[in-house]
């Protein structure tokens, strides 16, 4: 899986829009970029994929740059409860929507949203 | 709700002891799941890959008769960390990837992690 760089901190206030951004240069064609979340103590919680297009869920939109080596994380009304480790991740994903193998987490974004 | 159970969420023991964690798929059959340890503000370390009716891979530096692995069903797999020492202690932290062409297809899903402590 292709490297990621991420600032190690941000802060942001609550309400405002979070943006949170990631480095992928040497991502592969058939890399998707993924984004986990980790509240103390708790494990990962999935946030959003995409490959190419940019993706909008109930927590989060992901835009990817058109060369996809960087993407940034939008959450767009931050709240206390958003302050956690975010992870960018890069991995493939097989045909039929199969994944392959494990990820491999960097030292991820440490988010703060103060009031 | 949580799709990936792990139990205990914490666990002491003393010294010298093996200590179990079990991780379940509650919802979807895993063919294969990951263990993770995490050291205090320190990012998640991919311990093993456990694959249902095989032996558990290791990653480098990972000792396999410190940290047993069983994946005996397609909902459960199993870490013992035996005799267990003060250094073990951390959280640990598994992941299970659904079954391909079943429910939660490829997906990979957290347990919530076990804090073990060895005094």
């Known amino acids: 899986d292709a490297k990621t760089t991420q600032p190690p901190s941000m802060d942001c206030a609550e309400g405002r829009a979070a943006n949170l951004p990631c480095n992928h240069s040497?991502?592969?064609?058939?890399?998707?970029v993924y984004w986990y979340r980790q509240i103390h103590s708790q494990g990962p919680q999935y946030i959003i994929h995409g490959l190419k297009n940019n993706e909008t869920n109930e927590m989060a939109s992901l835009i990817i740059t058109e060369d996809r080596k960087s993407s940034t994380l939008i959450l767009p009304h931050a709240t206390l409860r958003d302050t956690a480790v975010y992870y960018c991740i890069v991995r493939v994903i097989g045909a039929g929507g199969t994944s392959y193998g494990k990820l491999t987490f960097g030292q991820g974004t440490i988010l703060t949203v103060h009031p | 709700g949580a799709v990936v159970s792990q139990h205990p969420s914490r666990v002491i023991c003393k010294s010298g002891t093996s200590v179990k964690i079990e991780c379940r798929s509650l919802d979807f059959q895993a063919t294969t799941m990951f263990w993770y340890r995490q050291f205090p503000k320190k990012s998640l370390m991919l311990m093993a890959t456990?694959?249902?009716?095989?032996?558990?891979?290791?990653e480098q530096g990972v000792e396999k008769d410190k940290f047993l692995i069983n994946h005996a069903s397609l909902t459960l797999s199993t870490l013992t960390v035996t005799s267990a020492q003060p250094e073990d202690s951390s959280f640990y932290i598994c992941?299970?990837?659904?079954?391909?062409?079943?429910?939660?297809?490829?997906?990979?899903?957290f347990g919530e992690g076990s804090r073990l402590t060895v005094l």
């Open positions: 040497t991502i592969s064609g058939n890399e998707y």
């Open positions: 992941s299970a990837r659904g079954q391909a062409g079943g429910r939660r297809t490829g997906e990979l899903f």
């Open positions: 456990s694959n249902e009716g095989s032996k558990a891979t290791y």
